[in-house]
C-alpha cells in the first residue's frame, strides 16, 4: 500500500473508530501510533509515543490552557456572570427582545473573562433563562438565544480553541485573540438584530421588560464591567503590549479574578476548590486530545496526504475561493459531528497547507474563519454541545423546541461569515499592529 | 470488582486533587516571576522549565478522573441509537485496544523515563533531573489504563444493563 493509500485507510478507521464511541483522543493516538508504525517501523513508533506524550504535556506554550480555563471557571464560579446580566439587563431589558438582547451582551462580555462557550452558556443560562421564563419569553428564543450566545466565547479573547489553533499552525495566540474581537463583537451586534426583528415581528415572543432610570444603570455599571475590564486590561492587555507570554497573561488573569473577587468579599476556598476541579478535568481533556492529534499528524506527514493535497489543489484550474469554500464547506458538516477543538486538531495539519502555502490566505484569517465554521457546530444538531448544556439548565424544554429557535441564529453566523470573507481587513487589521 | 472500583476512582480523585495544587502552585509560580522581574529586578532562574514540567506533571496525575467522569470527548448519538446489549457488546470491543494502547503508553513512558535517568539527561537551563515527572506522567496513564479496565470489567458484569 502507498503511503498514500495508508494514509487514507488511516483516517477511514478513525472515522469508524469515532462513530462506535470510542473516545477522540484514544483513537487518534491509536491510529496514528499503528499507521506510523507501518509506514516507518515499529522501534521508531515505541518512541514517538513516549516522547510526544511527555514533550506535548511539559510543553512551555501548551501550559498556557490551563491558566485560561482555570481564569475561566474561577470568573463561573464566583458569580462574575450574574452581576453582567444585571448590568445588561438594567440597560437594554425594556426593548422588545431586550432579555435575549442582555444575554447576547452578557455573553460577550464574560466571553473576555473566560475561554470556553461551554463555560460560558451554562453560567450566562443558568442567570438569563429563569428571566426570560419570568417575562414570558417563548422558550424557543429564550434558549436558543442562549445556546447561540454561548459560541461568542470562542471568539472573544480568552479562547482556549485560538489557542489550540495557533499552537497546530504555529501561529501567535496574541494575534489570533486580538483577530477574534472585531468578528466576536460583530457577531455579537447580529445576533442582537436577529432577536430585535424577531421581537418586533412578533411582540410575544420577547416582550420588553421593566425600564430602569438612568441612576439605577449608572450605578450597575460600577458591578460587573468594572470587574471585567479590570481583569481584560492587566491580562489581555499585557499580553497585547507585549509584557506577558499568553502563559503569564493567564496566570496574571487569573490573580486578576482572585484579587477582584477577593476584594468584594466573594472569594472563599470552596470557590477555588471547585475551580481547580473544573479545571484539571477539562485541562485533561484538552491536552490528552492535543497529544493525540500530534502523535496522528505524524502518521498524516508521513503518508503524505498534505503534501498530495496540496499539489492536487495546486494543479486544479478553479478560483482559491472556490476551494476555501469547499474547505469551509467540510468544517461545516464535520462541526456538525465532531466536537470543535478536535475537528481543529484533526484537519489543519491537512487543510492549512492549502489553504496557506497554495491559495496565499493569511493563516490569522483562516484560523478566525475555521474557529467561526466548527462553532456553528456547537448549536448545530446533532451534536451541539451547547444546545445540550442548555437542555441540562431548562430540563423542562424539549431538544427540539431549543434546535428550532437556533435558525435565525446561525442565519448571523453566516452573514457574519459572508462579511468577514467579503472584508478581510476587519480581522487582520488588529493583529497587524500588533509587534 | 466493587474493590478494584473503590481503588481506582478513590486514588483517581486523591491524584486529580493533588494536580489541582500543582497548577495553582504553577500559577503562583509565574506570578511571583512576573513581580520578581517587574518589582524587583531579580527573574526566577528556571521557571519557563518547572511551568513545563509541573503542567506534565499536572495533566499526567487528572487524566484518571476526567476518564472516570467521561470527560474524554466521544461522539455518543450514534451508539445510542442502538439496543442496549448492542451498545454494551461495542463499548467491550472497543475498550480492549483502548486499554492495551494506554497500559502500553505508560510501558514505554517508564521505560523513556529509566533511560532518561540511565543516560543522566538533565534540562537545559537549570540542569534539573526530569525523569521523575516523566515518572509521573506514566503513572497517570497507568491509573487511566486501569480506569478503562474498570469500566470494561463493570460492562462485562454488568449483563444488558447500561
Redesign the interface.
Known amino acids: 500500500m502507498s503511503p498514500t493509500a495508508a494514509g487514507l485507510t488511516g483516517i477511514i478507521i478513525f472515522f469508524v473508530?469515532?462513530?462506535?464511541?470510542?473516545?477522540?483522543?484514544?483513537v487518534m493516538?491509536?491510529v496514528g501510533?499503528a499507521g506510523f508504525a507501518y509506514l516507518t517501523n515499529l522501534q521508531a513508533a515505541?518512541?514517538l509515543?513516549?516522547?510526544d506524550?511527555?514533550s506535548t504535556?511539559?510543553?512551555?506554550s501548551?501550559?498556557v490552557i490551563?491558566?485560561f480555563i482555570?481564569m475561566g471557571f474561577l470568573a463561573f464560579h464566583a458569580g462574575i456572570g450574574t452581576r453582567l446580566y444585571n448590568l445588561a439587563y438594567k440597560m437594554v431589558g425594556h426593548l422588545p427582545g431586550g432579555l435575549a438582547i442582555a444575554t447576547q451582551a452578557t455573553c460577550a462580555l464574560f466571553g473576555a473573562v473566560c475561554g470556553s462557550n461551554t463555560a460560558t452558556a451554562a453560567t450566562i443560562g443558568a442567570i438569563a433563562l429563569p428571566e426570560m421564563r419570568k417575562y414570558n419569553y417563548s422558550p424557543a428564543l429564550s434558549t436558543a438565544s442562549v445556546a447561540a450566545g454561548g459560541a461568542l466565547g470562542v471568539l472573544i479573547p480568552p479562547s482556549v480553541i485560538f489557542i489550540v489553533y495557533g499552537i497546530s499552525a504555529e501561529q501567535s495566540v496574541g494575534k489570533l485573540f486580538l483577530a477574534g474581537i472585531v468578528p466576536g463583537l460583530l457577531l455579537m451586534l447580529l445576533y442582537m438584530a436577529v432577536v430585535y426583528i424577531l421581537a418586533r415581528r412578533n411582540p410575544a415572543i420577547g416582550p420588553a421588560g421593566e425600564k430602569f432610570s438612568w441612576r439605577e444603570r449608572l450605578a450597575a455599571l460600577g458591578g460587573g464591567l468594572f470587574e471585567v475590564l479590570v481583569i481584560f486590561a492587566i491580562s489581555l492587555g499585557g499580553l497585547f503590549a507585549g509584557w506577558?507570554s499568553p502563559?503569564?497573561a493567564?496566570?496574571?488573569g487569573?490573580?486578576g479574578v482572585m484579587l477582584v473577587t477577593l476584594v468584594q468579599g466573594k472569594l472563599n476556598l470552596e470557590i477555588?476548590?471547585k475551580s481547580?476541579?473544573d479545571?484539571?478535568?477539562?485541562?485533561?481533556?484538552i491536552?490528552?486530545?492535543v497529544a493525540a492529534a500530534i502523535i496522528f499528524g505524524r502518521f498524516i506527514a508521513v503518508s503524505r496526504i498534505p503534501f498530495t493535497m496540496a499539489g492536487t489543489v495546486a494543479d486544479l484550474a478553479i478560483p482559491p475561493f472556490l476551494v476555501m469554500a469547499l474547505i469551509l464547506l467540510i468544517y461545516l458538516v464535520l462541526g456538525c459531528?465532531?466536537?470543535a477543538?478536535?475537528l481543529i486538531l484533526l484537519t489543519i495539519p491537512i487543510f492549512l497547507p492549502v489553504a496557506v502555502t497554495v491559495l496565499g490566505y493569511d493563516p490569522i484569517w483562516f484560523g478566525v474563519i475555521t474557529v467561526m465554521v466548527v462553532a456553528m457546530g456547537v448549536i448545530t444538531p446533532?451534536?451541539g454541545m451547547n444546545v445540550y448544556i442548555i437542555k441540562g439548565v431548562a430540563r423542562d424544554i424539549p431538544l427540539e423546541v431549543i434546535f428550532s429557535g437556533i435558525w435565525p441564529f446561525l442565519f448571523a453566523i453566516i452573514v457574519c461569515l459572508a462579511i468577514l470573507i467579503a472584508f478581510p481587513g476587519l480581522v487582520t487589521f488588529l493583529p497587524s499592529l500588533l509587534h | 470488582m466493587n474493590i478494584l472500583e473503590t481503588i481506582v476512582v478513590k486514588s483517581s480523585r486523591a491524584f486529580?486533587?493533588l494536580?489541582?495544587?500543582i497548577?495553582?502552585g504553577?500559577?503562583l509560580l509565574?506570578?511571583a516571576?512576573?513581580i520578581g522581574r517587574t518589582l524587583l529586578g531579580y527573574s526566577i532562574l528556571g521557571t519557563?522549565?518547572m511551568?513545563?514540567?509541573f503542567?506534565?506533571s499536572?495533566?499526567?496525575l487528572?487524566?484518571a478522573?476526567?476518564a472516570v467522569?467521561n470527560?474524554?470527548?466521544?461522539?455518543?448519538?450514534?451508539?445510542e441509537k442502538f439496543k442496549p446489549r448492542v451498545?454494551r457488546l461495542?463499548?467491550i470491543a472497543?475498550s480492549i485496544?483502548?486499554m492495551v494502547?494506554?497500559g502500553?503508553?505508560s510501558y514505554?513512558?517508564f521505560?523513556?523515563g529509566l533511560r532518561i535517568a540511565h543516560t543522566g539527561e538533565v534540562s537545559p537551563t537549570t540542569q534539573m533531573i526530569?525523569y521523575p515527572?516523566?515518572y509521573l506522567?506514566a503513572f497517570g496513564?497507568l491509573l487511566l489504563s486501569l480506569v478503562v479496565l474498570m469500566q470494561f470489567l463493570k460492562k462485562v458484569c454488568g449483563g444488558d444493563q447500561q
Open positions: 473508530l469515532i462513530v462506535f464511541r470510542m473516545p477522540i483522543a484514544y493516538a491509536l501510533f515505541f518512541a509515543v513516549s516522547k506524550l511527555f504535556f511539559s510543553s512551555y501548551l501550559s490551563p491558566m482555570w506577558f502563559t503569564e493567564g496566570a496574571v487569573v490573580a477555588i476548590r481547580l476541579t479545571t484539571t478535568r477539562t485541562t485533561a481533556m491536552m490528552l486530545l459531528f465532531i466536537d477543538l478536535a446533532p451534536v | 486529580d486533587m494536580a489541582g495544587l497548577l495553582a504553577t500559577a509565574v506570578v516571576n512576573i519557563y522549565e511551568v513545563g514540567f503542567t506534565a499536572a495533566v499526567g487528572s487524566l478522573r476526567c467522569e470527560g474524554h470527548i466521544a461522539i455518543e448519538f450514534i451508539v451498545q461495542i463499548e472497543l485496544p483502548s494502547f494506554l502500553f503508553a514505554n513512558l521505560a523513556y526530569f515527572y516523566i506522567v496513564f
